[in-house]
């Protein structure tokens, strides 16, 4: 997000002043409570959903087919490199939710079809701006460009009189970045604090926000390293978390659970 406001909005200001403004934003949210930022999700959810259908529809005139050909250029190789890594976006990242529902959904089966119903929706939105973005712009361009959906919107004209609408989506793409960054965040601290058996997790927001900031600027310093990281890192730091521990958790329980019916029945 820093990134992306140095390069577009404030190109003189220095990336660590930023991204404290950022981390002091999250920091004050994760401080409020978990029930205080979901109610205000709940505001702007559906105001945030209907903006973005009014940009996918207004942008599809913009498409043009051929931007897409010829299809498997280079091969299937880049193609199933690039689906896994959009596809670990919305379907192992989501797995931090898991640090929320046991302790914070009341009713567990519609936690859990919200939960897959929400991922669906994550996933369909996902593949369709990345597929505007290539039919719009191009592979090159949508490739070299730090914010294709930015630039994309800049190209929207719907009779002269709905267009200019790149600040909408800027708005849009810095909310969502920011509920991510808050529930990335809030589970961090409370995994912390959890560790060293402390209920209350709010002390360790300020201290474990300052090492946020700065582990911003270890891994993403610059624009290419923060491609960089995506193309090379991204896709194996999320297997770990959101398929291997998993897994091992699965079949940890598993083995538990026959194991005890196994003396169960020999008892």
Not at 49 to 60: E, R
Not at 91 to 103: A, D, N
């Amino acid at each position: 997000m820093g990134n992306f406001i140095e390069t577009f909005w404030m190109p003189d200001t220095p990336l660590i002043a930023l991204n404290i403004l950022l981390a002091a934003v999250v920091i004050f949210t994760v401080r409020l409570g978990i029930e205080t930022f979901t109610r205000t999700l709940e505001i702007f959810f559906i105001p945030v959903l209907i903006l973005l259908i009014i940009f996918l529809v207004s942008i599809i005139p913009q498409a043009n087919i051929q931007h897409i050909q010829p299809v498997f250029e280079n091969g299937a190789k880049p193609v199933i490199r690039g689906t896994l890594f959009f596809l670990s976006v919305f379907t192992l990242s989501p797995v931090m939710f898991l640090m929320i529902f046991p302790s914070k959904v009341n009713e567990r089966k519609k936690g859990g079809k919200a939960f897959y119903i929400g991922t669906l929706i994550g996933g369909i939105i996902l593949i369709l701006v990345i597929m505007l973005d290539i039919l719009v712009l191009g592979p090159d361009t949508t490739a070299r460009n730090i914010a294709p959906s930015y630039t994309m919107a800049k190209k929207i004209n719907v009779g002269n009189f709905l267009m200019r609408i790149e600040a909408i989506i800027a708005t849009i793409w810095i909310f969502t970045t920011y509920t991510r960054t808050v529930m990335y965040f809030y589970v961090s601290v409370v995994v912390f604090s959890n560790i060293f058996n402390i209920k209350d997790y709010r002390p360790f927001t300020t201290a474990l926000g300052m090492i946020m900031v700065f582990y911003s600027l270890i891994v993403f310093p610059t624009v290419p390293s923060a491609g960089e990281f995506n193309k090379n890192i991204w896709l194996f730091h999320a297997s770990i978390f959101g398929l291997v521990m998993p897994l091992l958790l699965f079949i940890t329980v598993t083995f538990e659970n026959i194991i005890k019916k196994h003396h169960g029945c020999q008892q």
